[in-house]
């Protein structure tokens, strides 16, 4: 810098000061308000509109219910998560959840009697070969592959597409029952399981009915107030390997209220070119590892059954008990005051 230039710049910052900025308010966060929530007027009449004018909204619930399960329900969606580290860092970013639809050939609860009926495979036309497909992983495999690829951040999973759900509010309320409550959620991992469930709000909680879960997502702590809050589940499945079976007691804490439960039990080591005779087990002793496993699960399902009856009926006797001494006390207060009153009256005499 020249002689005298510092001079002049000094003149020119205490002649000349920069303007000062002022920061603009924030503004206040419009507050979301949930579907469900009550209509106010213009809304009712957007409703109503909607309901004369548009092609869809027009055809009676029945039929709406079946177009919107052909688009959104009735299916397997496996769920998985992506764990994406920062670069350069190892900082972790945080994970994000996405899904994929089964592209197995045969339901899980297909499935399932399907493995009942191969106890005796030589006495069905169902070929070795072809059951081992059905009745293993491998019948999910173009799934896991789809979503081990997401999960390493290679493609996009084809996930089930949800847009419509935004169309409207007639359509969301329509079409999110069908939503949760037909499709069967199914997990892999145990940290996509968790992270699922802990992303449910209540509604969502509520109308869930389907699970299946394979091996690794048992294994896993889950906490038990997240499981617990699912209490309309009406079906679980479970996939398991025979090469490193559950401790039962592992299972205590996997109470899901479900009304059918089903077990499948495979051969990890089935499509693997290490196999041999000494790691396969017969379709007979996958069964009946299979049962035991669901045999232990729905004998958890009736004790707490029984214990929640137990419950409900000690406390209904304790209300009546306390009923009838609030009953006992209001009668002895009258006699008293029946008692009292002459010896009242005679005394003011």
């Known amino acids: 810098m020249a002689p005298g230039?510092?001079?002049?710049?000094?003149?020119?910052?205490?002649?000349?000061?920069a303007p000062s900025v002022s920061m603009p308010r924030p503004k206040k966060r419009k507050r979301i308000q949930a579907f469900t929530a009550p209509k106010d007027k213009n809304t009712k009449a957007i409703l109503k509109k909607n309901a004369t004018n548009s092609p869809l909204l027009r055809l009676p619930q029945e039929l709406r219910n079946k177009i919107w399960g052909y688009v959104l329900g009735n299916q397997l969606i496996h769920i998985g998560v992506q764990e994406s580290y920062q670069r350069y860092t190892s900082k972790l970013i945080k994970p994000r959840l996405y899904n994929t639809k089964c592209q197995s050939s045969i339901t899980e609860r297909k499935a399932y009697e399907l493995?009942?009926?191969l106890k005796n495979i030589q006495k069905t036309s169902i070929k070795p070969e072809e059951a081992k497909v059905l009745l293993c992983g491998d019948r999910h495999a173009a799934c896991y592959a789809e979503l081990i690829a997401a999960h390493n951040c290679e493609n996009t999973p084809s996930g089930l597409n949800v847009s419509a759900l935004t169309v409207c509010r007639q359509i969301y309320v329509d079409a999110n029952p069908i939503l949760w409550g037909t499709n069967t959620w199914s997990f892999h991992m145990s940290s996509?399981?968790?992270?699922w469930l802990e992303n449910r709000n209540a509604i969502q909680r509520r109308l869930l009915s389907k699970?299946?879960?394979?091996?690794?997502?048992?294994?896993?702590?889950?906490?038990k107030a997240t499981i617990s809050a699912f209490k309309g589940l009406e079906e679980l499945n479970i996939d398991i390997e025979t090469w490193d079976m559950i401790d039962f007691k592992q299972l205590n804490r996997l109470l899901l209220p479900a009304e059918k439960i089903t077990v499948i039990a495979y051969d990890c080591f089935e499509s693997s070119e290490l196999e041999?005779?000494?790691v396969r087990t017969t379709f007979e002793e996958r069964f009946e590892c299979a049962e035991e496993l669901r045999s232990h699960l729905m004998d958890l399902q009736n004790e707490e059954a029984r214990k929640k009856e137990e419950r409900r009926s000690a406390k209904l006797s304790k209300n009546a008990k306390n009923d009838s001494d609030s009953a006992?006390?209001?009668?002895?207060?009258?006699?008293?005051?029946?008692?009292?009153?002459?010896?009242?009256?005679?005394?003011?005499?």
């Open 328 to 349: 006992g006390n209001e009668e002895d207060k009258v006699d008293e005051d029946k008692t009292d009153g002459p010896k009242n009256g005679n005394n003011e005499n």
């Open 211 to 223: 699970v299946h879960l394979c091996h690794s997502a048992i294994l896993k702590f889950v906490p």
């Open 276 to 278: 041999s005779e000494e």
């Open 5 to 17: 230039d510092s001079d002049r710049v000094a003149e020119m910052t205490t002649d000349n000061p």
């Open 115 to 117: 493995s009942k009926t």
């Open 192 to 195: 996509a399981w968790r992270l």
